[in-house]
């Protein structure tokens, strides 16, 4: 039977505030364990939290950049569950009356846009960490609670992602928009960014959802991606062979490349939710949000656009550039400085992203945009060839040293004397009378080969398309 795979995503943003949801406390990466910490975010008996307004306009304007509704009504209530890293036995978390409600995300998909839904986007307090010894003698475990009470939101996608690829896709286009809003790093490695999967199969063409498996401890995109093509096929042997799929969370084993199961899932009514009554019922004048949407920052999909139309880039050129922030905010001060928009585009895709680690720290580059400039002028104006150039580029990104100085110390002006030139062409005829012979009955690969011996013998300098026209023009003699 053919079989087709039903996904949601569940993702947990954390929220780049100075201070905590509900509380003072920093929330620094990396500090001495249970050194940010204070009697609100660990439960103490008699204290009470006080929304931080920042995680609050952060989440709407995550929210605006998803297309969902701003709910000017919302609340806060207890999720219960005990866990040895929530020290309250319970998680306050948004139930029934989110911060933000139905959106999507728009993804690539061969070529064509495909609409994802937003279930709902809502606000909730982390919970601290468990720490495990590497001690096989002495086998402790510790709680280090400074990331208790760190603000997220949770992105609840629609079950409509149809392929591992489509999650992976629909994943780096939520980090970029989260990125260019600056309402996280999105780091993963320090869990900024954490997301779980929901997967069912059904009988291809039915509507009827199957019975859903949670997958839990995904560390990256890739493996996201990995999990789901484990999971659908394991679903499918399952089913294939008579046997029944359990509504369970599994775990992810990066090491054996599959999932195991944890435990049965939870519904909704195991938490036991009700209204947190410490904490008053979020109303958001419809002004506040007017206010917060004009301070937006272009996002990917319309500068995306901006950049076809205005640029007359080609629409992979503009995916990519736009992809990063930083990336594309580089290319336009490149334009600026007077470069040919697909020129600049070309070098930045190929030789800049090639030759830099982080393309977010990409203003740390040695190569600054005025100076890539001038590297695309001198090319332009036939100071040097494109050949010259990538070794100048080279030059540029480990000494930061500007492209006309470069050129100037190491002799690399493109030579573009016809009478110097010739007697290079001259040289390179009699020295290989076969390829002449070869091009003059008509094999027009010859001439190629004649050029590049000639841009050999002249170190690359020699003007190529002088070099061509002095070719042609004696061997049709």
């Known amino acids: 039977m053919h079989y087709e795979p039903v996904i949601g995503l569940e993702v947990h943003v954390q929220l780049n505030t100075?201070?905590?949801?509900?509380?003072?406390?920093?929330?620094?990466?990396?500090?001495?364990?249970?050194?940010?910490?204070?009697?609100?975010c660990l439960g103490l008996p008699g204290v009470l939290p006080v929304l931080n307004r920042e995680a609050l306009i952060k989440a709407i304007r995550a929210g605006l950049a998803l297309n969902?509704?701003?709910?000017?009504?919302?609340?806060?209530?207890?999720?219960?569950?005990?866990?040895p890293d929530l020290p309250k036995a319970y998680q306050i978390s948004q139930y029934d009356k989110p911060i933000c409600g139905k959106g999507y995300i728009e993804i690539d998909t061969d070529g064509a846009p495909r609409r994802i839904g937003v279930n709902r986007v809502h606000l909730e307090e982390d919970a601290g960490k468990n720490m495990h010894s590497d001690d096989s003698a002495n086998r402790v475990s510790f709680v280090d609670f400074n990331r208790?009470?760190?603000?997220?939101?949770?992105?609840?996608?629609?079950?409509?992602?149809?392929?591992?690829?489509?999650?992976?896709?629909?994943l780096l286009k939520l980090k970029s928009i989260m990125k260019y809003l600056d309402?996280?790093?999105?780091?993963?490695?320090?869990?900024?960014?954490?997301?779980?999967?929901?997967?069912?199969?059904?009988?291809?063409?039915?509507?009827?959802?199957?019975?859903?498996?949670?997958?839990?401890?995904l560390n990256s995109f890739k493996a996201v991606k990995l999990s789901l093509e484990h999971e659908i096929a394991r679903q499918k042997e399952l089913l294939d062979d008579g046997e029944r799929i359990h509504q369970e969370t599994r775990l992810w084993d990066a090491?054996?490349?599959?999932?195991?199961?944890?435990?049965?899932?939870?519904?909704?009514?195991?938490?036991?939710?009700?209204?947190?009554?410490?904490?008053?019922?979020?109303?958001?004048?419809?002004?506040?949000?007017?206010?917060?949407?004009?301070?937006?920052?272009?996002?990917?999909?319309?500068?995306?656009?901006?950049?076809?139309?205005?640029y007359a880039l080609p629409r992979y050129d503009a995916g990519v550039l736009c992809a990063v922030r930083q990336i594309a905010e580089y290319f336009e001060s490149v334009v600026r400085e007077g470069a040919h928009a697909k020129k600049a585009s070309n070098w930045i895709m190929g030789e800049l992203l090639a030759g830099i680690e982080d393309p977010e720290r990409i203003g740390e580059c040695r190569i600054t945009p005025t100076r890539l400039a001038k590297l695309?002028?001198?090319?332009?104006?036939?100071?040097?060839?494109?050949?010259?150039?990538?070794?100048?580029?080279?030059?540029?990104?480990?000494?930061?040293?500007?492209?006309?100085?470069?050129?100037?110390?190491?002799?690399?002006?493109?030579?573009?004397?016809?009478?110097?030139?010739?007697?290079?062409?001259?040289?390179?005829?009699?020295?290989?009378?076969?390829?002449?012979?070869?091009?003059?009955?008509?094999?027009?690969?010859?001439?190629?080969?004649?050029?590049?011996?000639?841009m050999k013998l002249s170190q690359g300098k020699a003007n190529p398309q002088i070099v061509n026209e002095l070719l042609v023009k004696k061997l049709t003699r």
């Open 18 to 40: 100075a201070t905590k949801i509900f509380c003072s406390c920093a929330t620094v990466f990396g500090e001495e364990p249970n050194s940010q910490t204070c009697p609100v």
């Open 376 to 454: 695309i002028s001198l090319i332009d104006n036939a100071t040097i060839s494109g050949k010259i150039a990538k070794m100048v580029f080279a030059d540029m990104l480990e000494s930061g040293e500007d492209p006309e100085r470069i050129v100037e110390s190491r002799g690399l002006k493109q030579v573009t004397d016809v009478s110097a030139i010739e007697s290079v062409v001259d040289s390179v005829i009699e020295k290989n009378p076969a390829s002449v012979a070869d091009y003059r009955s008509g094999k027009e690969k010859a001439l190629g080969f004649l050029v590049g011996q000639v």
């Open 68 to 83: 969902c509704s701003i709910s000017q009504y919302s609340k806060f209530d207890r999720k219960n569950y005990f866990y």
């Open 183 to 217: 309402v996280s790093d999105c780091n993963m490695e320090e869990g900024s960014l954490r997301c779980d999967v929901n997967v069912s199969i059904r009988p291809k063409g039915t509507t009827t959802l199957g019975e859903k498996v949670e997958v839990k401890n």
């Open 148 to 170: 208790c009470g760190v603000p997220l939101i949770e992105i609840v996608s629609e079950p409509d992602i149809a392929t591992p690829e489509e999650a992976y896709q629909y």
């Open 255 to 310: 090491d054996r490349n599959e999932t195991f199961s944890m435990r049965s899932k939870e519904e909704a009514h195991d938490y036991r939710y009700f209204p947190d009554p410490d904490l008053a019922p979020v109303i958001v004048d419809g002004s506040f949000i007017v206010e917060i949407k004009d301070a937006m920052p272009e996002l990917p999909d319309v500068k995306i656009r901006r950049f076809i139309e205005e």
